[in-house]
């Protein structure tokens, strides 16, 4: 079967760091993305990982352990526009290589 | 360069209606994947399509439909509409099939469908 987990909300305070979590359950494994959607827009990319380790792009980064199961999205120096949703969403290798997404991570940054 | 366009953005139906939406795939990109987001369920694979074929279906019922045009426009249909189908339908375009590359998917913005 098919399961991506991830929290259904986070709060954190600007500046702060935070670590948004993603596990996954799937028959097949072909690459790990993140999208960042705000409130009433579109998704759009933040990262891809396809081998186990640490991407860093500025101050997001994402995390891949294959044999885990487990990615996370790091956001450093938060800023109060990151207040968004972020979806964790794996490549099915055994399901025609489409896009699982997880029901995403609302993020809510305070002052 | 524009990005991907989805057409109407609001609509409101009743139930057993019909719907059709559309979306422009960013000029080049020839592969156009549909979703449903619900506050539920998150994002749920709708179909692919690449070059006028669909490519990829996922587990939705046959009321569900779609197609794509030799421009690599793409329309999607929903028939006898149910108050479940409300919900916001996401096209998103690539380069080429989503098993190839990175596989980064350009979104629209949604149509926004509410079912009464």
């Known amino acids: 079967g098919q399961n991506i987990d991830q929290p259904t909300e986070m709060t954190a305070t600007e500046g702060a760091i935070v670590q948004i979590n993603c596990t996954y359950q799937?028959?097949?494994?072909?690459?790990l993305f993140w999208y960042q959607q705000h409130a009433g827009e579109a998704p759009t990319f933040l990262s891809y990982?396809?081998?186990?380790g640490l991407e860093e792009k500025g101050r997001f980064s994402s995390f891949l352990s294959r044999s885990k199961g487990y990615s996370y999205l790091l956001l450093k120096e938060l800023q109060m526009k990151d207040s968004a949703s972020y979806l964790c969403?794996?490549?099915?290798?055994?399901?025609?290589?489409?896009?699982?997404f997880g029901t995403g991570t609302r993020l809510q940054v305070f002052p | 360069k524009a990005g991907v366009t989805q057409t109407p953005r609001y609509l409101i139906k009743t139930r057993g209606q019909q719907v059709t939406l559309s979306c422009s795939p960013i000029s080049g990109h020839r592969s156009v994947s549909w979703y449903q987001q619900t506050p539920g369920q998150g994002l749920q694979f709708l179909f692919e399509y690449f070059s006028e074929t669909q490519r990829n279906k996922g587990n939705f019922p046959g009321r569900f439909s779609g197609r794509q045009f030799s421009n690599s426009r793409s329309e999607m249909n929903v028939s006898t509409l149910e108050l479940g189908d409300s919900a916001l339908y996401l096209c998103?375009?690539?380069?080429?099939?989503?098993?190839?590359?990175?596989?980064?998917?350009?979104f629209g913005e949604g149509s926004r469908l509410t079912v009464l």
């Open positions: 969403a794996v490549r099915d290798s055994y399901n025609t290589d489409k896009l699982i």
């Open positions: 990982n396809v081998l186990d």
């Open positions: 799937t028959s097949g494994f072909n690459g």
């Open positions: 998103a375009s690539s380069l080429g099939l989503q098993d190839r590359g990175t596989g980064e998917l350009f």
